[in-house]
């Protein structure tokens, strides 16, 4: 790719991705993709990446070392 292909991301803290993607048409694959802009798209896939590595050190699917309490799920309080 010739460099970056815009400017900003008009968003907040999110810069513009120098790489997204071996694809040289950045703004079809946006389209094609449909979640916003590409960097919106890797932000959310790293932050996925990370939860799931979390998820291996919480095993959530193991049964709960102790029972919750009977109204932990009531509403209102």
Known sequence: ????????????????????????DVKKLEEQLQHGQI????????TELS???KMLQWKPWEPLIEEPPANQWKWPI
Do not use: D, F
């Open 1 to 24: 790719m010739a460099g970056v292909l815009k400017k900003t991301t008009g968003l907040a803290g999110l810069a513009v991705c120098e790489s997204p993607h071996e694809e040289s």
């Open 51 to 53: 939860l799931a590595s």
């Open 39 to 46: 960097e919106e798209v890797i932000l959310q896939a790293e």
